[in-house]
């Protein structure tokens, strides 16, 4: 069983609509993290909050929204997505960031698909 | 600039050979250096890790890998490979200063009965 939780494990959604995944961690890590993955290539990093203060944006389009509510929860809000942001969309936590040794803890992802 | 690369996107071996990937990386600074697996649907879980110490890690599920500076290798083995070992491999390194972790492009692990 993973120790990170996310939810949902499926969604579509469409190019209109507003949606929310949601990822949840209990293991006392201070840096969450939000990774997408498309099929055959290894993660790619979106967002990084480290003590509940987001500390890395790659430059991600406005259409992701992310929110980190307490050092146990970490959002990601949807709106307005295009076809191409369908991917697997994983949510990782680490002791802390920055820190060489503190290995990620992934979450087993939401399969988004845009339609 | 920090780079890791994967030899071979593709590595079948048979039920009970030996497993080897192949991770090259690229740093001027002491390399922290990871290797994760991903099995279908699901998210990624580490397998080991090198930070500094023993250059031979042990991981799970019997595998380890050695980590050799001269050759900036990082390559996984198990000496036997088993069917629930069919899985992607990636091995990451992590960039001091950026703090992010770099991941390779992965190598697809197939099993042969």
């Known amino acids: 069983d993973t120790e990170v939780t996310q939810t949902p494990k499926h969604l579509v959604m469409g190019m209109t609509n507003k949606k929310s995944l949601k990822c949840e961690q209990h293991?006392?890590?201070?840096?969450m993290y939000w990774y997408k993955q498309k099929a055959k290539k290894p993660p790619e990093l979106m967002f990084v909050?480290?003590?509940?203060?987001?500390?890395i944006n790659e430059s991600v389009p406005s259409r992701f929204s992310p929110e980190c509510p307490n050092s146990s929860l970490l959002n990601l809000h949807l709106h307005a997505l295009q076809p191409e942001d369908s991917a697997l969309y994983l949510c990782?936590?680490?002791?802390?960031?920055?820190?060489?040794?503190?290995?990620?803890?992934f979450g087993n992802g939401t399969r988004l698909t845009v339609t | 600039a920090q780079s890791v690369t994967q030899l071979g996107s593709h590595v079948s071996v048979s039920e009970g050979a030996l497993v080897l990937l192949r991770c090259n990386y690229s740093?001027?600074?002491?390399?922290?250096l990871f290797w994760y697996v991903q099995y279908p649907n699901q998210g990624l879980q580490l397998l080991l890790k090198?930070?500094?110490?023993?250059?031979l890690v042990k991981g799970i599920n019997g595998f380890e890998a050695e980590f050799k500076k001269s050759e900036t290798s990082f390559h996984l083995t198990k000496p036997s490979a088993h069917m629930s070992d069919a899985a992607e491999y990636f091995c990451?390194?992590?960039?001091?200063?950026?703090?992010?972790?770099?991941f390779g492009t992965g190598t697809r692990l197939k099993v042969l009965a």
């Open positions: 990782a936590s680490s002791q802390d960031h920055g820190v060489s040794n503190s290995p990620l803890h």
């Open positions: 293991m006392g890590h201070r840096a």
């Open positions: 909050y480290s003590y509940e203060k987001l500390s």
């Open positions: 740093s001027s600074v002491p390399p922290y």
């Open positions: 090198y930070t500094t110490g023993a250059t």
């Open positions: 990451a390194v992590w960039v001091s200063g950026t703090y992010k972790y770099i």
